[in-house]
């Protein structure tokens, strides 16, 4: 576990890699409404934090296929998998409407990619993952 730790403390820094501070940075966001629309900031927001979390995952599951991650981590991965597989076809329909400012499906697709998110952070915490201290 300590080596995950020392992976991902090395490959997040670098240009083009998302760090623990960007996900900290404006991601505390509300539910969406016809009231309170989804905007591109709000998007690039939630596929920020989405994109960060699915990143550390991702470098979870290397190091499980590596032999590099704790002994339960197939059975780990096999429990966030159901959430993390619907993000991408997600995020692109909310691109979508976004673009095309239909906000009431950008405001279904945005709360459901939070909810999807609190799931994902819920699932990672009771099996020891840690994915920072962000919310949604």
Same mark, same amino acid.
Request: hydrophobic share 45%.
């Given at each position: 576990?300590?080596?995950?730790?020392?992976?991902?403390?090395?490959?997040?820094?670098?240009?083009?890699?998302?760090?623990?501070?960007?996900?900290? =940075?404006?991601? /505390?966001?509300?539910?969406? /409404?016809?009231?309170?629309?989804?905007?591109?900031?709000?998007?690039?927001?939630?596929?920020?934090?989405?994109?960060?979390?699915?990143?550390?995952?991702? =470098?979870?599951?290397?190091?499980?296929?590596?032999?590099?991650?704790?002994?339960?981590?197939?059975?780990?991965?096999?429990?966030?998998?159901?959430?993390?597989?619907?993000?991408?076809?997600?995020?692109?329909?909310?691109?979508?409407?976004?673009?095309?400012?239909?906000?009431?499906?950008?405001?279904?697709?945005?709360?459901?990619?939070?909810?999807?998110?609190?799931?994902?952070? /819920?699932? =990672? =915490?009771?099996?020891?993952?840690?994915?920072?201290? /962000?919310?949604?």
């Amino acid at each position: 576990m300590k080596r995950i730790l020392l992976v991902l403390a090395l490959t997040l820094p670098l240009p083009g890699c998302i760090t623990f501070q960007d996900l900290a =940075a404006g991601i /505390s966001l509300t539910t969406k /409404s016809i009231a309170n629309p989804v905007t591109p900031a709000d998007e690039a927001k939630v596929e920020l934090a989405l994109g960060g979390a699915i990143h550390l995952l991702g =470098a979870y599951k290397q190091a499980c296929v590596e032999g590099r991650a704790d002994v339960n981590c197939r059975a780990n991965i096999a429990q966030i998998q159901p959430y993390t597989i619907q993000v991408k076809p997600l995020i692109a329909k909310l691109r979508l409407f976004v673009d095309n400012n239909d906000q009431i499906n950008a405001a279904v697709v945005f709360n459901t990619l939070k909810n999807l998110y609190v799931d994902v952070k /819920s699932t =990672a =915490a009771q099996l020891g993952i840690d994915l920072g201290s /962000s919310t949604l």
